[in-house]
């Protein structure tokens, strides 16, 4: 079975500058997807970022960026110049290729100090 | 615009009581998914569907029932409700096309006395 590890129970950034949110994973698997999930408040869970494990390239999404690396199974999400609506859990996830049954860490609370 | 709708938002029950939660989605998604959060564990997949009529079990589907009749509505239940089930409730759903991009519900907190 798949496992999703995050570390860091809490983070947090002062409002514009950047923050590293890590994330590690374990699978036997070579081809499956990685996530980035926001839970604000509000507690609607919202897709950050995605990506391919077949895909090199790191996904960037405006200011929101991960640094994936295959063979050490770590799939970091960066977040530049902080806003204060970025304040919210953030979960890491994984799914199999062709299999959309997401596993979730067990999640990153990021608060922005103004 | 609704998304996914999730009812009750809140519910309180005595140990052995039954409910039902639904979870209505106008998306015409295939993929539907019922997940709880509990602190410090993230959510955790309970029971999912993969087209009306089907539905299988994640990884804590032990005192969870589910059904979906219609393609829209992902219904869960609780026949006798344990203390141990007091979390927050998350249906989601996607179109199945392998993207991961789930949609979720904004959620039901479930306390069982």
């Known amino acids: 079975a798949q496992t999703v590890t995050q570390s860091q129970p809490e983070m947090s950034v002062q409002e514009a500058e950047t923050v590293t949110l890590s994330c590690t994973y374990d699978?036997?698997?070579?081809?499956?997807?990685l996530f980035w999930y926001k839970q604000p408040p509000s507690r609607q869970m919202i897709l950050v970022i995605r990506q391919e494990a077949y895909k090199q390239q790191n996904a960037t999404e405006n200011r929101f960026s991960v640094n994936f690396q295959k063979a050490a199974k770590s799939f970091s999400l960066k977040i530049s110049d902080s806003q204060l609506g970025d304040a919210a859990m953030y979960f890491c996830?994984?799914?199999?290729?062709?299999?959309?049954?997401?596993?979730f860490g067990t999640g990153t609370r990021l608060t922005i100090i103004p | 615009n609704a998304g996914v709708t999730q009812t009750p938002k809140f519910r309180v029950l005595k140990t052995g009581q039954s409910m039902t939660l639904l979870c209505a989605q106008d998306?015409?998604?295939?993929?539907m998914y019922w997940y709880r959060q509990d602190p410090g564990m993230g959510l955790r997949l309970i029971h999912y569907s993969v087209g009306e009529g089907t539905t299988a079990k994640g990884e804590v589907p032990d005192g969870y029932n589910v059904s979906r009749l219609k393609k829209q509505n992902f219904l869960l239940g609780l026949e006798s409700a344990a203390p141990s089930q007091t979390s927050v409730y998350f249906c989601?759903?996607?179109?199945?096309?392998?993207?991961?991009?789930?949609?979720f519900g904004e959620g039901s907190r479930l306390t069982v006395l």
């Open positions: 989601a759903s996607s179109f199945g096309r392998n993207t991961g991009e789930l949609f």
């Open positions: 996830a994984y799914a199999n290729f062709g299999n959309e049954k997401l596993t």
């Open positions: 998306m015409n998604h295939e993929y």
């Open positions: 699978t036997s698997e070579s081809d499956y997807y």
